[in-house]
């Protein structure tokens, strides 16, 4: 926290338009069943996040965020250091979320550091975010993380062009191996008590380029990206009396494209990739998404259904969210009842029913700083399917934020 204070104080006194925001969320989980390596009903968690930006001069601007976080699952570390590089399987309980300096120059616009870098276009799920690892303690209530890159942004009449190197591995964050959001497969037979060992993570750099172009009555972007898969292959090894599970980090090359057209009734988008590995462990496939988008005055209204085609099959086990949520319908709704309140809806089910998803939230706000919010979420389905492997871990969360 000092040092959010020194940083703030630092920008506003060289600064020539300074900003700052943030609030602090407190948030109460209940899961009505244990899970099969986890007795915790209840989970507390607090996260106090701040954010700044300071306009030096005309064509430079300094960007950054702060996380301080805890909560009572040991899901975040207990120790008072600082971490930029969320390669930790904890959240850290003190992070830069975001810390990056911002050159204009007329079409150009050049981000160098910590930032959050979003490709996908979708709702739901997004095949293009290959800059995008997300934390997945809880998997179903995740987040963005943020990335180690270089980016430039060139934009020229109806065409962007965006091109992003990214120098240091970021991974996802998986679940832990001794809480509720890991499921073993149930065939699978292990001798000697397990560990979680140290991941394999991928040196060398990542790269991609996206041109998006913005034509009359429709939008579209291609893109290509080559470097590791953020979400891991899972590997075993013997060490003296245990099996050490532990991450390795597949090399990936993706072609993806994304559309869309907007129509008198609704907007199609579509959104897909292929993808190929030159590992003998990971899967060559397609992975795509096709929704219908429509607003009616408070109304928002999306479905759609995400497919996958593999092309080469080779994996052996693995953690993909992404892949989880294919072959199934996806929708979200939301309805904003008035200034102060508003209610959501998503859900994914499975094409074959064996496995459903369905999330619903309100949000009410109390007054100009507090905000208050609940939801349920509903997870059921059969053991061998992504989704159903959760069924007991459905819960429900209530939440009060104070904004600043």
């Not at 965020?65 to 699952?73: I, M, P, Y």
Request: glycine share 8%; hydrophobic share 40%; proline share 5%.
């Amino acid at each position: 926290m000092r040092v959010a204070v020194l940083l703030a104080f630092g920008l506003a006194a060289f600064a020539q338009d300074f900003q700052q925001r943030g609030y602090v969320d407190i948030r109460t989980s209940f899961f009505p069943q244990t899970g099969a390596n986890d007795s915790g009903r209840v989970i507390a968690d607090a996260l106090l996040r701040y954010e700044a930006s300071a306009k030096l001069t005309p064509w430079l601007k300094l960007n950054g965020a702060l996380d301080a976080r805890s909560d009572s699952h040991r899901q975040t570390e207990r120790s008072a250091r600082f971490d930029w590089q969320d390669r930790g399987f904890l959240r850290p309980a003190f992070s830069f979320r975001r810390f990056s300096a911002t050159a204009y120059k007329g079409p150009v616009t050049f981000e160098i550091g910590k930032q959050l870098i979003r490709w996908g276009k979708a709702d739901i799920l997004n095949p293009l975010d290959r800059f995008a690892p997300r934390d997945f303690l809880n998997v179903i209530d995740n987040e963005f993380l943020g990335v180690m890159a270089a980016r430039l942004t060139i934009e020229k009449g109806a065409h962007t062009v965006d091109v992003v190197l990214q120098p240091r591995f970021t991974p996802s964050r998986t679940p832990l191996l001794n809480q509720r959001w890991v499921v073993l497969p149930p065939s699978l037979q292990i001798p000697l008590p397990l560990g979680q060992g140290a991941p394999a993570l991928p040196g060398g750099v990542q790269t991609g380029v996206r041109w998006n172009y913005l034509g009359k009555g429709y939008e579209m972007a291609l893109a290509f990206y080559e470097g590791h898969n953020h979400l891991p292959q899972v590997d075993g090894r013997f060490v003296p009396g245990r099996i050490e599970l532990f991450n390795r980090f597949a090399p990936m090359r993706m072609y993806g494209g994304a559309g869309a057209v907007p129509l008198r009734w609704f907007t199609i988008k579509g959104e897909g990739g292929y993808f190929t590995s030159s590992s003998k462990n990971a899967d060559d496939y397609v992975l795509y998404v096709a929704q219908l988008e429509r607003t009616v005055g408070e109304w928002t209204i999306v479905g759609g259904y995400s497919g996958e085609r593999v092309t080469q099959k080779k994996t052996q086990l693995d953690f993909a969210p992404d892949r989880g949520l294919a072959r199934a319908f996806l929708t979200r709704v939301s309805y904003t009842i008035s200034a102060e309140k508003s209610v959501a809806a998503e859900a994914a089910v499975r094409q074959n029913g064996e496995g459903a998803w369905v999330k619903a939230e309100y949000t009410q706000t109390l007054s100009t700083h507090w905000q208050a919010r609940a939801s349920m979420t509903l997870i059921r389905g059969n053991t061998n399917d992504f989704l159903g492997q959760y069924r007991r871990n459905s819960h429900a969360i209530l939440a009060l934020r104070y904004n600043f």
